[in-house]
């Protein structure tokens, strides 16, 4: 595959803290991630809404912001997957999740206090598979990541106020 110096450059900037900013402006004031789309329009799988997780750091207790695809469950919940590319180790904000479920997002501009919880066997397959539909990239992420071997962490995103998403 062909990569144009446009998609270079927005790749180079999107893992720059310059381009984590930005993309952290425009989802916050915008509910859109440019880096999500030029990722998905490179895939040619369909754009997902973003949200930015605030967890906190397990280590440092401080609160840490990524912007991060989700995909709803039909059931007023959502789902988020640890796939940092298929790589060898999970995301740092899927080590804090684990360390302390209770996190906050900004989903449609709008913020939530929310729960998580790590899903695990068959029902953990069974939420892959949805968010595969949702972003078919994650099936080749989860192959490269059976190397190590890695089972991409999926986790159950639900509002502590009870509202649906």
Known sequence: MKVSPIQRFIRWFGGSESGRLFDVFCVRWFSFSPIIWVFTKDDKSGYNNPCILTTVGRKSGLTRSTVLPV????????????????????PHWA???????????????????????????TERDEKFALCCQYAPVYTRYQQWAN????????FEIEDVAGSEF
């Open 71 to 90: 995909f709803p469950t039909g059931d007023g919940k959502l789902l988020v997957v640890g796939s940092r590319g298929g790589t060898s180790r999970d």
């Open 95 to 121: 080590h804090n999740l684990r360390a302390r479920p209770e996190a906050g997002i900004r989903y449609k501009r709008k913020n939530y206090d929310i729960k998580t919880r790590l899903l695990e066997g």
């Open 147 to 154: 190397q190590y071997p890695r089972i991409l962490p999926v």
